[in-house]
């Protein structure tokens, strides 16, 4: 139990790190920051309160510590909560997953030969590599 939950701390510090120090930066994708008449103060106050100036293990501890309590924050492109974006996703995401993973267990209990047989299909169909057991006939076997 202790070692899933280094492990899980370890990618999760990883992840933060590479997202903090990734190229560019993340006020350039908001929209007003990106004009140049912005006065460097309020690039500066806008940093301080997203939390960009901390030191890298205070933001960490601080996103781990909104994680937890399940704040996620603010969306850096239109500042809508992550947490509403998400359940916006989840609908779409349940209608594309759980029938693929409900056909790919489907699958796993095959035998192997029929489950090779009813990929590969028989030789009058057109992908049809493996030989037909019945009869040597062209017709579909099922």
Not at 21 to 42: C, K, M
Not at 76 to 88: C, I, K, M, S, W
Request: net charge positive; with cysteine.
């Amino acid at each position: 139990m202790t070692r899933r939950v280094l492990t899980l701390l370890g990618i999760t510090f990883l992840a933060f790190t590479i997202v903090r120090y990734a190229p560019g930066d993340p006020l350039a994708v908001q929209g007003d920051f990106g004009v140049r008449g912005v006065a460097l103060s309020q690039l500066r106050e806008y940093r301080r309160l997203m939390g960009l100036d901390e030191p890298l293990l205070a933001g960490y501890f601080r996103w781990l510590w909104n994680l937890v309590r399940g704040d996620l924050g603010d969306s850096f492109r239109d500042g809508r909560p992550v947490l509403a974006l998400l359940a916006e996703a989840l609908p779409v995401t349940l209608l594309l997953s759980i029938p693929s993973c409900w056909r790919s267990r489907s699958a796993s209990f095959l035998p192997p030969g029929l489950a090779a047989f009813s990929i590969a299909g028989c030789p009058g169909s057109s992908s049809g590599s493996i030989r037909c057991p019945c009869n040597s006939s062209r017709s579909p076997c099922f």
